[in-house]
């Protein structure tokens, strides 16, 4: 398992969250996550073999009482000066309160530390709000993948886009 030294604590007025590593502990979690939150998401299996180098696994975990739970997550691949941003999830019940926004901050700093220069990432062309994120970030399209995501019936487009950080 790779190790990680950017753990960030976050207060909010409605709480505590946490973005911290990924575990094989929690990818049950994370599993349960990805099928509620995606059509035709990873597979248990997918996020097991993401738990090594050069991969990084990020969970955001919001305190309840006396405990963590897991509401989000993202998945990097880091290369020497390219990162693909591989999957970036929200829980279903708490997608539009802003955490995909401080995922997806956490994704780019960590990036930029690394000394990373651009990150892509392949979207679906129906999923708008993800694509407003990333466009929100200075993400750009800069081109698309015929018939890369399953879909209901066939398959289904997806826009890449890439992030120029320094």
Known sequence: MATHSRNV????????????????????????????????????????SCLVEPYE????????????????????YLLKSHAELCNLCVDVDEQQS????????HAIERCSEKGIETIALDV?????????L???????????????YAAAIGREDAEIMELRIS
């Open 98 to 105: 802003g955490y995909g926004t401080q995922l997806l901050t």
């Open 134 to 148: 990333y466009t929100s970030f200075g993400f750009e399209k800069v081109g698309i993948r015929k018939s890369y």
């Open 57 to 76: 696994c990020w969970k955001m975990e919001k305190q309840r009482r006396t405990k963590w739970d897991v509401i989000g997550y993202y998945v990097l």
């Open 9 to 48: 604590v976050i207060r909010l007025t409605d709480g505590v969250m946490r973005i911290t590593p990924i575990s094989a502990e929690d990818l049950s979690v994370i599993y349960e996550i990805e099928s509620r939150s995606m059509p035709f998401g990873w597979s248990s299996h997918i996020f097991k």
């Open 124 to 132: 679906r062309q129906s999923n708008s709000i993800a694509q407003k």
